[in-house]
């Protein structure tokens, strides 16, 4: 099971990035699928989850409306389109897959290395 | 702000156990399962224990947990320098929409 994160960077606040982890090693498509983020020294914050099939999607309240989770189950990839960006959005974002085997939610059993998004003026 | 409440610091030294405890407020832990996660530091968070005690393959028995009403722990045993990590529980909000939640973290020394 292999999940990497790409397309972090430095970013003006009131920009746009977008995020793509690749996930290979196990059924893309069987998986559902979250983001989460981690600022500098702090602790861990669950950003976004899209189901099987992107049927259905949550958001945090700290990024609705300004944060887009999408998935391409044909090219193995999971996406998180960030706009109006904020510099309390710097963070190390990670992509983190939910485990089947678990009798509860929002377990993550595997995770991206994470990417950095640092936003700056 | 977290919805589970976690010690920031315990310590102890090699070979000694170890326990950090993850309290709620209302129902978010009595009424859902608990995970915990180990992350050393510069790596991502990796799953420990899962559905309050249960450990994923790989996973040594030095690491268990459980959970009484509104309080959970995670119990290290025969500690080794390598476990000297942040440490995360989790769960779920009051409804699958408000996603995953998680304690503010606990940084272990190992002494």
């Known amino acids: 099971v292999q999940l990497v994160e790409s397309g972090g960077g430095l970013v003006q606040p009131g920009g746009s990035l977008r995020l793509s982890c690749a996930a290979s090693g196990f059924t893309f498509s069987d998986y559902e699928m979250n983001w989460l983020r981690q600022a500098p020294g702090k602790g861990l914050e669950w950003l976004s989850y899209?189901?099987?099939?992107?049927?259905?999607?949550y958001y945090a309240d700290s990024v609705k409306g300004r944060f887009t989770i999408s998935r391409d189950n044909a090219q193995n990839s999971l996406y998180l389109h960030m706009k109006s960006l904020r510099p309390e959005d710097t963070a190390v974002y990670y992509c983190?897959?939910?485990?089947?085997?678990?009798?509860?939610?929002?377990?993550?059993?595997?995770w991206g290395q994470g990417t950095l998004v640092t936003v700056s003026s | 702000q977290s919805v589970l409440t976690q010690p920031p610091s315990v310590s102890a030294a090699p070979g000694q156990k170890v326990t950090i405890s993850c309290s709620g407020s209302?129902?978010?832990?009595?009424?859902?399962?608990i995970s915990w996660y180990q992350q050393v530091p510069g790596t991502a968070p990796k799953l420990l224990i899962y559905d309050n005690n249960k450990r994923p393959s790989g996973i040594p028995d030095r690491f268990s947990a459980s959970k009484s009403g509104t309080s959970a722990t995670l119990d290290i045993s025969g500690l080794q320098t390598g476990d000297e990590a942040e440490y995360y529980c989790?769960?779920?909000?009051?409804?699958?929409?408000?996603?995953?939640?998680f304690g503010g973290g606990t940084k272990l020394t190992v002494l």
């Open positions: 989790g769960t779920w909000g009051i409804s699958l929409r408000t996603g995953g939640v």
């Open positions: 983190a897959r939910e485990a089947t085997n678990s009798s509860g939610y929002y377990v993550f059993d595997s």
């Open positions: 899209i189901g099987f099939g992107s049927g259905t999607i």
């Open positions: 209302g129902s978010s832990i009595e009424d859902n399962y």
